[in-house]
T-cell receptor, first 114, second 114 residues
């Protein structure tokens, strides 16, 4: 089955700096890579996703890049703000078909210091 | 439109007691899931149901049973609770699409087994 490794487990940045979280996956057939944000005591919520036919996707201050050859993808947050503080999870799956379950990384606790 | 609703939100059980976590979604999704979240372990899939009438084991199914009551409802049962089952449980649902299987989570159920 799919295995997703996520690094770092904790990340502390100053407000305004950039933050980068990296994930690797094992199943070369995986083609869908979402990122979820979980604030303390809340449910995980999708913030951005990317499919394997795209190398990069941006949404305001967040972007995701994908390198299918190396089987890794990254989340980039620019101009970080205190409200970006949360746990971020990457995930991978083969969308559609019968093997569609999301496999999550173990999460990164991002702290943005004012 | 409430999304994914799960109950109870908090529960304390004694070792050996049984209980059922209830989950319902109003998004007409075919697929439903139960995850558990433990510190440093990320989100681990317990059981899932691809569609009404089907259920399958995930990564950590031991000690749990599930029932897909109808398209809306998917319950998780602990027959004989153990302290190792102390965790936060999330129900989730999704629609299987070739563009990606966005998972929507419930608010979580905090379970403590003493």
């Amino acid at each position: 089955g799919e295995n997703v490794e996520q690094h770092p487990s904790t990340l502390s940045v100053q407000e305004g700096d950039s933050a980068v979280i990296k994930c690797t996956y094992s199943d070369s057939a995986s083609n869908y890579f979402p990122w979820y944000k979980q604030e303390l005591g809340k449910r995980p919520q999708l913030i951005i996703d990317i499919r394997s036919n795209v190398g990069e996707k941006k949404d305001q201050r967040i972007a995701v890049t994908l390198n299918k050859t190396a089987k890794h993808f990254s989340l980039h947050i620019t101009e970080t703000q205190p409200e970006d503080s949360a746990v971020y999870f990457c995930a991978a799956s083969l969308s559609g078909g019968s093997n569609y379950k999301l496999t999550f990384g173990k999460g990164t606790l991002l702290t943005v210091n004012p | 439109n409430a999304g994914v609703t799960q109950t109870p939100k908090f529960q304390v059980l004694k070792t050996g007691q049984s209980m059922t976590l209830q989950c319902a979604q109003d998004m007409n999704h075919n697929s439903m899931y139960w995850y558990r979240q433990d510190p440093g372990m990320g989100l681990r899939l317990i059981y899932y149901s691809a569609s009404e009438g089907t259920t399958d084991k995930g990564e950590v199914p031991n000690g749990y049973n599930v029932s897909r009551l109808n398209k809306r409802e998917f319950s998780l049962r602990l027959e004989s609770a153990a302290p190792s089952q102390t965790s936060v449980y999330f129900c989730a649902s999704s629609e299987i699409r070739w563009t990606g299987n966005t998972i929507y989570f419930g608010e979580g159920s905090w379970l403590t087994v003493v």
